[in-house]
């Protein structure tokens, strides 16, 4: 029998009110993660070690174009993939709702397919190698995930299933029983830990000299973690995915790892190591 549990921390979803007008810390998290995004793209595209012979695929000065449509890929995808592929049937019936961002509803692999098509448009206006942008797209999204699950956690939403752990917390509107805060482990997990896997594959692996090499290796990277976070997370009750062990997070994420593991490997298969010049900088 449990004697306690940590308290939950009771943050108000607002941040900031300026009379009529609030802004919450989920919004601020998607600008943190956007903005964050955008200055290590930067970053990197200065680094012209990392590139391979063929040099960077675009000027610095243009990730700020890359920034305005990564944000409206990622906000229109979040939204819809939340609407077909959660609440289609809400939505359906209730059709003005879907607009409504600010009470709440984002998917993440919505935001996926958004931002992906997003870069595909970006990379096609300034004739860079898609590969090369996906992959920069691959490094910076980390940031992202890490501040929208804490936002998720201050929102006290998305609550983890039910546990005597001793870190469990009980959530307001989940009911009395203690659960895991698995919005804490999914920040770890598909921000903290991805991001410095990815900081290896670039900065020690050299990956950005092979196209394709990281965009594989997020997708297999983020699929793992968002599965193996989905066995402590509460399912989405009468969602048609939740059967048995399965739930809808984990089979959106199945083709997200197959699909990685493919394209790493034909990114290694395509460039191998032997054919890229060590040391290169570009000038």
Same mark, same amino acid.
Request: charged share 15%; proline share 8%; aromatic share 14%.
């Given at each position: 029998?449990?004697?306690?549990?940590?308290?939950?921390?009771?943050?108000?979803?607002?941040?900031?009110?300026?009379?009529?007008? /609030?802004? @919450?810390?989920?919004?601020?998290?998607?600008m943190a993660g956007l903005l964050l995004g955008w200055l290590?793209?930067?970053?990197?595209?200065? #680094? +012209?070690?990392?590139?391979?012979? !063929? +040099?960077?695929?675009?000027?610095?000065?243009?990730?700020?174009?890359?920034?305005?449509?990564?944000?409206?890929?990622?906000?229109?995808?979040?939204?819809?993939?939340?609407?077909?592929?959660?609440?289609?049937?809400?939505?359906? *019936?209730?059709?003005?709702?879907?607009?409504?961002?600010?009470?709440?509803?984002?998917?993440?692999?919505?935001?996926?397919? +958004?931002?992906?098509?997003?870069?595909?448009?970006?990379?096609?206006?300034?004739?860079?190698?898609?590969?090369?942008?996906?992959?920069?797209?691959?490094?910076? !999204?980390?940031?992202?995930?890490?501040?929208?699950?804490?936002?998720?956690?201050?929102?006290?939403?998305?609550?983890?299933?039910?546990?005597?752990?001793?870190?469990?917390?009980?959530?307001?509107?989940?009911?009395?029983?203690?659960?895991?805060? /698995?919005?804490?482990?999914?920040?770890?997990? =598909?921000?903290?830990?991805?991001?410095?896997?990815?900081?290896?594959? !670039?900065?020690?692996?050299?990956?950005?000299?092979?196209?394709?090499?990281l965009a594989g290796v997020f997708l297999t990277g983020y699929?793992?973690? #968002? *599965?193996? *976070? =989905?066995?402590?997370?509460?399912?989405?009750?009468?969602?048609?995915? !939740?059967?048995?062990?399965?739930?809808?997070?984990?089979?959106?994420?199945?083709?997200?790892?197959?699909?990685?593991?493919?394209?790493?490997?034909?990114? *290694? @298969?395509?460039?191998?190591?032997?054919?890229i010049l060590p040391g290169h900088v570009e000038r």
């Amino acid at each position: 029998m449990r004697l306690y549990t940590i308290a939950y921390p009771a943050i108000d979803p607002v941040a900031l009110r300026l009379g009529p007008l /609030s802004i @919450k810390w989920y919004g601020l998290a998607y600008m943190a993660g956007l903005l964050l995004g955008w200055l290590y793209v930067k970053y990197l595209l200065r #680094r +012209g070690e990392l590139w391979p012979a !063929t +040099g960077r695929p675009f000027a610095p000065e243009k990730a700020d174009d890359l920034l305005l449509v990564m944000t409206i890929g990622v906000l229109l995808g979040g939204r819809l993939g939340y609407v077909l592929f959660y609440e289609p049937h809400f939505f359906l *019936s209730n059709p003005l709702a879907i607009p409504a961002v600010w009470n709440g509803g984002m998917s993440f692999h919505g935001a996926l397919i +958004g931002s992906i098509l997003a870069m595909i448009y970006f990379s096609r206006r300034v004739g860079a190698n898609i590969w090369s942008v996906l992959d920069l797209g691959a490094a910076a !999204t980390p940031m992202g995930l890490f501040f929208g699950r804490l936002a998720n956690f201050v929102n006290g939403e998305l609550w983890g299933r039910s546990t005597d752990a001793p870190w469990a917390m009980v959530f307001p509107g989940a009911g009395p029983f203690p659960r895991h805060p /698995s919005q804490l482990y999914e920040a770890l997990l =598909e921000g903290a830990l991805l991001f410095a896997v990815l900081v290896w594959f !670039t900065h020690k692996r050299q990956a950005l000299q092979q196209p394709g090499l990281l965009a594989g290796v997020f997708l297999t990277g983020y699929g793992l973690a #968002r *599965s193996f *976070s =989905e066995f402590f997370r509460e399912p989405d009750p009468g969602h048609l995915f !939740t059967i048995g062990p399965l739930t809808a997070g984990i089979v959106y994420s199945m083709p997200m790892i197959v699909a990685g593991v493919l394209i790493a490997r034909w990114a *290694s @298969k395509r460039t191998p190591k032997s054919s890229i010049l060590p040391g290169h900088v570009e000038r």
